[in-house]
């Protein structure tokens, strides 16, 4: 796996086998990150659930079930991770509270509509699953083994929703414009989860080799991944292509960011 | 790029071994290969295949001309 980020974390450092190796001005960021993917995880199961028997067609309210499936099951596991954190919050699928829960808000509440879960399976979804490519080569073993497994059944995530976005924006005008409503209202939030410029809470994890980027390079990848899908779809949204980079056309609400929450207020 | 309802179909094939010829396990409708794939693993996922395959129905040639109209009519 090539160094996607350009992070020089030397390979005589030695790997953080167990919790207690962890250096410990990463374990708060990782506890919070580690909440924020998981219980994001764990809503946006349920939201991609509510669509098992109204997708368009058969194959699509069977492949939403069982992205469903995946992301609950993704949850599960990374609830394991804080057992074993000190001072991380005691979580599980079953003592699972909406009113708790780190999300982003376009989860909060069911889906208006299949193109709204088609939004959130392109953005929210493929976000997440960019954050946790950042741990695939992790220093802290207990992290990099989940993600792997995850990111490996994540790969079908980001086809469905690259797809289904193609296959949409040829459905018409209004159906588009579904599409743009629902890219706005999730934008500003799903950007801002890469962290700040500079990473932000997550920069110790990066300095400690736990994660492999956070904030501007990360965002940049997933900018130059959603911004051709988007416009080739004709969907306007906020992005646009300069070159081979893709570029935020307007700045993102920092003011608002709750870092510890990953969420806008 | 065909509307929804109307996307045509795939074959499904896989197999579980090593050295185990590759059965048909069933078919998918979808617009395009990308998604065919998707649907054949969320579907068909009964067993711990080793490797699967998605087939356009019209890539599929009937050996026995008697055969054409029918496999047509689903392609």
């Known amino acids: ?265 | 790029m065909l509307t929804i309802g109307d996307e045509p179909v795939y074959e499904v094939f896989a197999r579980r071994v090593e050295g185990e010829p590759l059965r048909h396990v069933g078919s998918v409708a979808a617009p395009g290969d990308a998604l065919a794939r998707v649907y054949a693993r969320s579907i068909y996922d009964e067993e711990s295949w080793i490797e699967m395959y998605v087939v356009p129905r019209r890539a599929i040639i009937p050996v026995d001309d008697v055969r054409d109209e029918a496999v047509d009519a689903h392609a």
């Not at chain 1, 959130?120 to 992290?143: F, G, H, K, Q, W």
């Open chain 1, 1 to 265: 796996m090539p160094d996607l980020f350009g992070t020089p974390v030397p390979m005589s450092t030695p790997l953080l086998d167990r919790p207690s190796a962890l250096p410990g001005e990463c374990r708060a960021p990782l506890v919070d990150l580690i909440v924020a993917l998981a219980d994001n995880k764990h809503a946006l199961g349920i939201r991609y659930a509510e669509w098992c028997s109204s997708g368009p067609t058969i194959e699509a309210g069977v492949a939403a079930t069982a992205m469903a499936q995946d992301e609950l099951g993704h949850a599960r596991v990374l609830y394991g991770l804080l057992e074993e954190l000190p001072g991380a919050p005691r979580r599980s699928e079953h003592e699972w509270s909406a009113a708790d829960a780190r999300t982003v808000r376009f989860v909060e509440a069911p889906f208006q509509s299949w193109p709204h879960l088609i939004v959130a399976n392109l953005m929210v979804d493929r976000s997440l699953a960019m954050v946790l490519e950042t741990a695939l080569e992790s220093r802290y073993l207990p992290l990099r083994h989940r993600a792997r497994k995850i990111i490996e059944e994540e790969r079908y995530h980001a086809i469905h929703g690259q797809s289904w976005v193609a296959q949409l924006a040829v459905e018409g005008a209004d159906v588009r414009a579904r599409l743009a409503e629902a890219v706005e209202s999730v934008w500003d939030e799903t950007l801002c989860w890469f962290g700040p410029p500079d990473g932000g809470a997550l920069r110790p994890l990066v300095d400690a080799g736990v994660l492999a980027g956070a904030g501007d390079p990360v965002r940049t990848r997933f900018a130059a991944e959603v911004g051709p899908a988007l416009a080739a779809a004709g969907v306007p949204a906020p992005v646009h292509g300069a070159g081979a980079r893709w570029e935020l056309a307007r700045p993102l609400p920092w003011n608002a960011w709750n870092e510890p929450a990953r969420r806008i207020r």
